[in-house]
């Protein structure tokens, strides 16, 4: 199983950024695709979720209206869409994938390498 990620950058306030993750090795079907960060000093937090079979998705409250999550299947690959991007977005960015619709970091069986988005104000 690999997740790899890829979209990171440096972007001023407002802009926007999006991260791919492509997935290989897995059922797709089985599991949701989530996407976290973790900041210097800061433990790893949920930015959002999708189920790669149903398509739902959720988002915590702090990227709401603000991040899309998307999945392109035939692709087997999962995108975060940034805009509006603010400096305490700034963050490394991790794909995971589990079988659970989860919030919760060690409840992920898979995980990406991180990607690095830094947000200049």
């Known amino acids: 199983v690999q997740l790899q990620a890829s979209g990171g950058g440096l972007v001023q306030a407002g802009g926007s950024l999006r991260l791919s993750c492509a997935a290989s090795g897995l059922t797709f079907s089985a599991y949701n695709m989530g996407w976290f960060r973790q900041a210097p000093g800061k433990e790893r937090e949920f930015v959002a979720g999708?189920?790669?079979?149903?398509?739902?998705?959720y988002y915590s409250d702090s990227v709401k209206g603000r991040f899309t999550t998307s999945t392109d299947n035939a692709k087997k690959t999962g995108y975060l869409q940034m805009n509006s991007l603010k400096p305490d977005d700034r963050a490394v960015y991790y794909c995971?994938?589990?079988?659970?619709?989860?919030?919760?970091?060690?409840?992920?069986?898979?995980w990406g390498q991180g990607t690095l988005v830094t947000v200049s104000s």
């Open positions: 995971g994938a589990s079988r659970l619709v989860d919030v919760t970091s060690r409840n992920y069986d898979y």
């Open positions: 999708i189920g790669w079979s149903t398509a739902s998705t």
